[in-house]
Every structure is written in C-alpha cells, then in structure tokens.
C-alpha cells in the first residue's frame, strides 16, 4: 500500500515562529502536493512539485515555502506564522497522471 | 474564482436510501473528475473518478453520472449505509496538469 506519511499530526505554535511540515512518501511518486483544508472552503492547494529541487505555487502559496532535496521528501515552510495560517494541512502524491495519495494531515494552530 | 461548484454543503440520507451530491465546472479544458472520500482524522482517498469520454461509471453503489453538454457530475450513493458517513469531494483537473481543483466538500450523514 501506499504511504504518505506526515510527520506532525499536531501543532501548536507562536505567532512568527518558522514552522516546517515534513511529508514522506514510500512510492517513488514524481508528484508531491501541499493542500490545506479549512471549514467550508475544501482543499487549496499550496504548492506541488513535479521532480525533485522542481516547485510550482498553487492557489494559495502567499505565505509558505517548500522544499524537495529528496524524491521522497516535500516540505512546507511556514517562515512567520499567522493565526490565519491556523489551519489542517495534508500532503499528497502521486505517479506522473494518476491517483493522488493523502496523508492523515497536520492540524496546526498559530496562537 | 471558484472553478468547481459543490452541493450541497451536507445532506443527511436514511439508510437504504440515494445519495445524491451534485458538481458544476466552469473550465471546458477539464478532462478528469475523481471524487475523494474522507472520514474524520483521515486524509481523502479515491472512490471513483470518471474521463469526459463516457458518461457514467459505476463501482459497486457508487455511481458516476457525467454531463459534459452541461458542465455537470454528480455521485450517487445507492443503498447508503452508515459507513458511507463522511465528507465527498468531487475535482477536477485538465490534460497533463495534474492539479487538482476540489468543491468545498458535502458532508453526508446516513442515519440508521
């Protein structure tokens, strides 16, 4: 089965602290997907990268960075937290063209 | 601009009964519509998706119906059980972006 793993299901930080999400993936996808999901509004997405060192914004990428050193591994970087970036962040991949795998999210809130 | 319409926000279904959620699209380059399910503490996962070649596939309950004339998807649900209680997403994306654009979600709750 595929694995999408998140390494922090659960996160409560300060107003301008750097945040980072950490997201593996055990199935040598080339795509990797940041997304956040809020009440009402769905899934945005964030970023997503297609190879690795290789990004593109997404919909909503004010705010956060990412970063794919590895194959295997996408980050999201929050360089100054807001309350308003208080939200759940899933990461997902997936093959070149198919189905997207999500991990079990990360519910972070900004104080 | 919201690129994907979704209705309704929630629906609540008797057991045995249909599952109707509805999803509109704006952009005719679209040519991929999944619907995700998710369970509370769980992250989406595929439950069907459907190509604009055809206009319905089915897998087990769960039925895709596809309007391309109209710009229109929409799941059934035959036969809803209580484990179909969760949040569906429908999407969309086109040709090799394979960005997925998402409706804001229905939460469906099957009453015994």
């Known amino acids: 089965d595929v694995k999408v793993t998140q390494s922090s299901r659960y996160l409560v930080k300060r107003t301008g602290e750097k945040v980072f999400l950490e997201c593996v993936q055990d199935m040598d996808h080339e795509n990797m997907f940041w997304y956040r999901q809020d009440p009402g509004l769905g899934l945005r997405l964030i970023y997503f990268s297609y190879d690795v060192k290789m990004k593109e914004k997404g919909d909503i990428p004010e705010g956060y960075s990412v970063s794919r050193e590895k194959k295997e591994r996408f980050s999201l970087i929050l360089e100054s937290a807001s309350t308003n970036q208080t939200s759940m962040y899933l990461c997902?991949?997936?093959?070149?063209?198919?189905?997207?795998?999500f991990g079990e999210g990360s519910r972070l809130t900004v104080l | 601009q919201q690129q994907v319409k979704q209705s309704p926000q929630s629906l609540i279904v008797q057991k045995g009964g249909i599952s109707i959620i509805n999803c509109a699209y704006e952009?005719?380059?679209?040519?991929?519509f999944p619907w995700y399910q998710q369970f509370p503490g769980k992250g989406p996962a595929l439950l069907i998706a459907i190509r604009p070649d055809v206009s319905e596939k089915k897998e087990g309950r769960f039925t895709i119906s596809f309007n391309k004339s109209a710009k229109q998807f929409s799941l059934h649900i035959m036969d809803s059980q209580p484990g179909d209680s969760a949040t569906y997403f429908c999407a969309a994306s086109a040709g090799s972006n394979y960005k997925l654009t998402f409706g804001k979600g229905t939460l469906l709750t099957v009453n015994p």
């Open positions: 997902a991949s997936s093959p070149l063209l198919g189905e997207l795998f």
């Open positions: 952009n005719t380059a679209f040519d991929y």
